[in-house]
C-alpha cells in the first residue's frame, strides 16, 4: 500500500508557439499523503492551474509540453498512461473544480443530465436509469441544491448556486483526490465562506485528499495541511500550515504576500503591496525570479539561481538562507 496518493517530481511545463516559449512550470515536486489537503498559493500567472491540468493531463495538445517530471498517482505513472485509462481515472478517481463555474457548465444541458453524465461514463456496476438519477438527487442535496431545481439550465442559478453545482459533478463519482482550482473566486464573501465551509465538511466525510489552488491566504489557513508558495513557476517556499503562517524564517515573496494583507488593528492610508511585476514567462531572470522584486536583493541573487534550504519540514528557495551565501 503506497504511503502517498500522489507525488510529482520535478515538473517542467512550456506552452509553445511559432513566435515564443512560455515557461509555465520550472521543476516543482510535492507529495500528498491520502486524506490530507495541499495548498497551492500565488498570484496570477504563477503557473498554479497548468499544474493542475498537468496532473489530470489535460493541457493543451498541440502547445501544452511536459518536457520533464513524473506524477504519480496511487504508485501508477500517469504519464505512461493510455487516453483511456487517464479517462477512466478522471471523474472517477481524480476530478477537479474548474476555476469559473459560468464556462465549466454546459448553458444548453440541464443540470441532473450534466451531473448524470459523469455516472453514466463510469458506471461500472451496471447501475440502472432510476438509480443513476437517485445518485444525481443524493449530490445535489449534498452541496445544498433541492433535488426540485435540477431540471433547471445554468443561467437559472446565480453565481454561488453554479459553483455548488460545479462541486456536485466533480464529487459525483466521490473521488479519492480533488483539486479546487480557485473554487471561490467569482463569489461575493458571505457564498465564499458558505463554499467553502460545504467543502471542508464534504472532504471530511468522504475522506478525500484535496489540492486547493489559489491566491488567497486566508483560504489556505482555512482549509489546507500543507503549502506551497509559488512565483514564476517554481515553489520558492513549502512546507505545513505551521511552518507557514507561525514560522519566523519566510522567502521575501511569502513576506510580501503577507505584508499585503490589510491590518484592521492598525490605522493606515494604504496597503504595502509588492513592488514591480511578475516576470515574463519567455524571458525570465538568468538569477533568482524573483531579483527584480527583492527588497534583500544581493549581487548573487542577479547571477545563480537559489536551490532549495530544507529547515526540517520547511523549505525555502532563497540566498538569504543559503550556506552558499553565508560561508
Known sequence: MNEYLLEV????????TDLETVHAVNGISFTLEKGQTFGIVGETGAGKTTTALALLRLLPERTGKLRQGTIRFDGKDLLKQSLHDMQSLRGKRMAMIFQDPMTSLNPVMRVEDQIAEALMLHNTDGKGKAEIMARTDEVLELVGILPERKRDYPHQFSGGMK?????????????????????TTALDVTIQAQVLSMIREL?????????????????IAQTCDKVAVMYAGEFVESGTLEDIFTGEEHHPYTQGLFGSIPN???????LNPIGGMVPDPTKLPEGCYFSPRCPHCMD???????????????TIKCHLFSEVTHG
Open 9 to 16: 517530481e520535478d515538473l517542467k511545463i512550456d506552452y509553445q
Open 300 to 314: 548573487i541573487c542577479r547571477q545563480v539561481h537559489p536551490q532549495d534550504v530544507k529547515r526540517g519540514t520547511h
Open 264 to 270: 484592521l488593528a492598525v490605522k493606515t492610508d494604504r
Open 203 to 219: 472532504r471530511d466525510r468522504l475522506g478525500m485528499s484535496m489540492i486547493m489552488i489559489t491566491h488567497d491566504l486566508g483560504i
Open 163 to 183: 459553483q455548488r453545482v460545479v462541486i456536485a459533478m466533480a464529487l459525483a463519482c466521490e473521488p479519492e483526490l480533488l483539486i479546487a482550482d480557485e473554487p
